[in-house]
T-cell receptor, first 114, second 108 residues
Framework: EADIYQTPRYLVIGTGKKITLECSQTMGHDKMYWYQQDPGMELHLIHYSYGVNSTEKGDLSSESTVSRIRTEHFPLTLESARPSHTSQYLC?????????????FGPGTRLLVL | KNEVEQSPQNLTAQEGEFITINCSYSVGISALHWLQQHPGGGIVSLFMLSSGKKKHGRLIATINIQEKHSSLHITASHPRDSAVYICAVPSQGGQFYFGTGTSLTVIP
């Protein structure tokens, strides 16, 4: 069973607010990912990290930032939320060093920006 | 062009039917993953395979590396199998390419 957690699970917030979505994993995985997924649509990579102090932007520019100060923690911050940010945000992690890497997903955060 | 293509996009079946979901990919891979996402839920990994076939309960996954094709089969389908099934392959850069998903509805 995957030990990867996301909080909050649901968030309703007004336009312009700053929000941080939390993601933590207790598996010691070095690689972590943030995905955005609209209902019925595919996953889009927005940020990823290959280890502490390593972060990269993905394919989708979501006007968000991430940090990786500790291996187990990979928070996602929206400086100024907009209605276009309404979506589901999924965090995932993998352990590198093998040729077959299974991604473990968190339960997701459903964000609604009014 | 997507690196990973899935078909069908939507699938409705009667309980008990045998179901097949297909995945084709265009990149070289070391392994392919099948994921399951229930409505309102998170994503769980069903299979990770690099050759041949794997079976877990009523689920069977096959892959043909030469043809760059994988299939996910569900035998004796049940309404609780209703979910979105996603095919994913790792890129050389360590990220993943995802298919658009197949939305399966099994009717009692």
């Amino acid at each position: 069973e995957a030990d990867i957690y996301q909080t909050p699970r649901y968030l309703v917030i007004g336009t312009g607010k700053k929000i941080t979505l939390e993601c933590s994993q207790t598996m010691g995985h070095d690689k972590m990912y943030w995905y955005q997924q609209d209902p019925g649509m595919e996953l889009h990579l927005i940020h990823y990290s290959y280890g502490v102090n390593s972060t990269e932007k993905g394919d989708l520019s979501s006007e968000s930032t991430v940090s990786r100060i500790r291996t187990e923690h990979f928070p996602l911050t929206l400086e100024s939320a907009r209605p276009s940010h309404t979506s589901q945000y999924l965090c995932a992690s993998t352990l590198s060093g093998t040729t077959q890497e299974t991604q473990y997903f968190g339960p997701g955060t459903r964000l609604l920006v009014l | 062009k997507n690196e990973v293509e899935q078909s069908p996009q939507n699938l409705t079946a009667q309980e008990g039917e045998f179901i097949t979901i297909n995945c084709s990919y265009s990149v070289g891979i070391s392994a392919l993953h099948w994921l399951q996402q229930h409505p309102g839920g998170g994503i769980v990994s069903l299979f990770m395979l690099s050759s041949g076939k794997k079976k877990h309960g009523r689920l069977i996954a096959t892959i043909n590396i030469q043809e760059k094709h994988s299939s996910l089969h569900i035998t004796a389908s049940h309404p609780r199998d209703s979910a979105v099934y996603i095919c994913a392959v790792p890129s050389q850069g360590g990220q993943f390419y995802f298919g658009t998903g197949t939305s399966l509805t099994v009717i009692p």
